[in-house]
């Protein structure tokens, strides 16, 4: 039960996190409109436009997730280490989790940069230069 209950703050963790990317990439996008325009101005693809905003917020998704996770491994070992006085000596790590974990922040890199990149992509090259 008490992992049940893990695994549902895990969730609502994943759900703060995305809309945290979203709204990083959205500002991102926002207040680098000049370089947008400068990148697209000197021959960059609205293609690569959108993979670069991609690999961004991908990294942003999976440094938070393995930053989290070791965060979270070292306090486990250490509620651990306090609890084998009492008695409880197994220490059992779920990699199989933890993978997943970091390949669904990965996923959920990729689903979040779709609004942001898609607006950059559209951008007038003309008007992002200009912008202020």
Known sequence: MLLY???ALLGLAIVIAVL???????LS???????IGLLRAIGLSRRQLRRMIRLESVVIAV??????????????VCTQQVLALQGMKALAIPWTTIVAVVVGSAVVGV??????????SRMN???AIAHE
């Not at 945290?20 to 959205?26: C, F, I, P, Q």
């Not at 996008?29 to 370089?35: A, G, L, Q, S």
């Not at 689903?111 to 950059?120: D, G, N, S, T």
């Open 5 to 7: 209950l893990v695994y």
């Open 20 to 26: 945290g990317v979203v709204n990083t990439l959205a």
């Open 29 to 35: 996008v926002v207040e680098r409109t000049r370089e």
């Open 63 to 76: 440094f938070g997730a393995v930053l989290g996770l070791a965060l979270g491994l070292v306090w486990g």
């Open 111 to 120: 689903v979040a940069a779709l609004l942001p990149a898609l607006r950059a």
């Open 125 to 127: 090259v003309l008007a």
